[in-house]
């Protein structure tokens, strides 16, 4: 019961994110450009964790900063720059569940750079079974193949960069709080 807050707020944040597809593409269809929404939802997302986040400006060292940059890169800007053009392109729904591939692609990544990780039964059936989950819960039981290629690479391309974005984060995620490398490489 001590982490019910803790669970609300991951829900709530969960629930955000499946949302914003749907109003991603809403703000397309009236006309705003995929730099656009970008720029708005950096704007806002900017201003509500520089309130939160301590004022220290500068990370204790370049190659954090190089880091910083990458993670703002990947993180930031492939990723909704990719996302957004992919939605304008694409179904929402394709979109939504090749983006969700992002821990799938995660661990694949993980399993070729990085010595520690392993390929472990659990890991790749655990990983196999959230994704049909996702599939199932996206597409309601009415899977209808359309593809738009353009729209589904952009897709993907935002999948691999937020799994690029996810492998990087862990070299800096044990100096610096969450709200600080939010804010820096936002």
Known sequence: MKNLGFHLLAI????IWGVTF??????????LQP???FLLRF???????????????????????????????VGG???????????????????SFIVCTAPL???LLAILFIKSVKATVPLVLGSLIALVGVAIVIYNGHFVLRLNPLGDFLA???????????LVIK?????YSATYITRKSG
């Open 12 to 15: 709530l944040t969960i629930a």
């Open 22 to 31: 749907v109003n991603t593409k809403v703000l397309l269809q009236h006309g």
């Open 35 to 37: 730099m656009e929404i």
């Open 43 to 73: 704007i806002v997302a900017y201003l509500c964790i520089w309130t939160i986040s301590p004022r220290r400006v500068l990370s204790d060292s370049w190659k954090d900063e190089a880091l910083f940059f990458i993670l703002g890169l």
């Open 77 to 95: 800007t492939v990723y909704f720059v990719a996302e957004n053009t992919a939605i304008g392109l694409s179904y929402v729904n394709n979109v």
């Open 105 to 107: 692609i995660t661990m």
């Open 156 to 166: 993907l391309t935002a999948a691999f960069s937020w799994a690029i974005y996810s």
């Open 171 to 175: 070299k800096v995620s044990n100096r």
